[in-house]
């Protein structure tokens, strides 16, 4: 069982910058993808950047050229830098963690608030 923990959220002006950070613990050696997902208020939860456990990287249409995912193997976290922030970012933003086998687990969320 892997165990996350998410943090670096908060409220920024439109144009601005964070960085959200995934503390992972646990059985990480299982983990094959290390995903960002993301829920606004009414929406469903929608993907926005994953990592493999070789490096390659994907993210949502939405956010490409904006967003930056990646890892430090070292301390097992995964990162995601989040760039020209625009009020429609605004979400909680969660971490998940997909194994080869079994099912994924997910991080408590972070609020991110993209307003003047």
């Known amino acids: 069982q892997v165990q996350l923990v998410e943090s670096g959220g908060g409220l920024v002006q439109p144009g601005g910058s964070l960085r959200l950070s995934c503390a992972a613990s646990?059985?990480?050696?299982?983990?094959?993808?290390m995903r960002w997902y993301r829920q606004a208020p009414g929406k469903q939860r929608e993907l926005v950047a994953f990592?493999?456990?070789?490096?390659?990287?994907n993210y949502a249409d939405s956010v490409k050229g904006r967003f930056t995912i990646s890892r430090d193997n070292a301390i097992n976290t995964v990162y995601l830098q989040m760039n020209r922030l625009k009020p429609e970012d605004t979400a909680v933003y969660y971490c998940?963690?997909?194994?080869?086998?079994?099912?994924?687990?997910w991080g408590q969320g972070t609020q991110v608030t993209v307003s003047s």
């Open positions: 990592i493999t456990r070789g490096g390659s990287t």
């Open positions: 998940n963690a997909l194994p080869e086998i079994g099912a994924a687990t």
């Open positions: 646990g059985n990480i050696l299982n983990v094959n993808l």
